[in-house]
């Protein structure tokens, strides 16, 4: 398929297309009756991000406020029952959507959280990670390495004006800085950095989640997938890919139509 012809079909809508711009960070971009498409965009890839994006523009005219809410599933498809397959859809058309990496972080931070759990458990039979270790605050209270289960890196500046020490502190050199530290403390320590490690992880796969789940996304990437195999979303996706075929040939979604026949003409 020609992204040209695509581009200007796309224009003779009224839409403004851009295809030298950064996208602000994405390959493409929708706002405002504008698609801009990043210069970074690998060449196999203009085409889906354009019907991607042109998704979006008529997302917005069934949904005006899309931008702002992130549309329904029930203004696209009639009802919100096809959430599971549209994400099927999703994980095909972009793996990124699975979030992969960042579970397998996740899972190696959970190792490094553990092992620590069982090196304070050789030395103190009953910690628990739900529950104040006592024997530790009692003995970090006159510590500098306090700091560090805020922070894993730490420059303490100590003195006066003429008389300033700097100190650097380190997660990884607890051992060296702090030579009385029991090894069960220097575990805790590094515990509870994994900890903030894992919520951070969690927290950016959650992110990814609500952007992905998003009804205008998973609208977006239905249209992408049919484009890149169709026969596939309808294998993995029967039941919203019937409502979107039966609701597009009666001319609910408007010009996406003529694109997708055009975009299969093509192709073919």
């Not at 019937?242 to 055009?262: A, C, I, P, Q, T």
Request: hydrophobic fraction near 35%.
């Amino acid at each position: 398929m020609d992204k040209n012809e695509l581009i200007q079909y796309f224009k003779s809508l009224g839409l403004t297309v851009y295809t030298t711009t950064k996208a602000r960070g994405h390959q493409g971009f929708f706002l405002k009756n504008r698609i801009d498409i990043s210069k970074n965009t690998p060449e196999n890839r203009i085409v889906p991000t354009l019907l991607h994006e042109f998704a979006h523009y008529i997302h917005s005219k069934i949904e005006p406020d899309m931008n702002k809410t992130g549309g329904t599933l029930q203004a696209l498809f009639g009802s919100d029952k096809y959430k599971d397959e549209l994400i099927k859809i999703t994980n095909f058309v972009d793996e990124d959507s699975l979030c992969v990496r960042l579970y397998e972080h996740k899972d190696r931070v959970k190792t490094k959280i553990k092992e620590h759990e069982e090196i304070i458990k050789t030395y103190y039979p009953k910690f628990q990670r739900s529950k104040k270790f006592k024997e530790f605050d009692k003995y970090i209270k006159r510590s500098n390495a306090r700091y560090l289960l805020k922070y894993d890196r730490v420059k303490l500046i100590e003195g006066g004006f003429f008389k300033r020490t700097v100190k650097l502190y380190t997660i990884d050199n607890i051992e060296k800085d702090f030579t009385d530290m029991p090894k069960a403390f220097a575990s805790y320590i590094r515990l509870k950095s994994y900890q903030k490690k894992q919520a951070r992880i969690s927290a950016r796969i959650n992110k990814f989640k609500k952007y992905y789940e998003k009804p205008t996304e998973l609208f977006a990437r239905l249209v992408e997938g049919i484009y890149l195999d169709a026969e596939w979303v309808e294998a993995i996706a029967p039941n919203v890919s019937r409502e979107f075929f039966d609701r597009l040939n009666d001319g609910y979604y408007m010009e996406l139509k003529n694109v997708l026949s055009f975009a299969y003409k093509h192709s073919a």
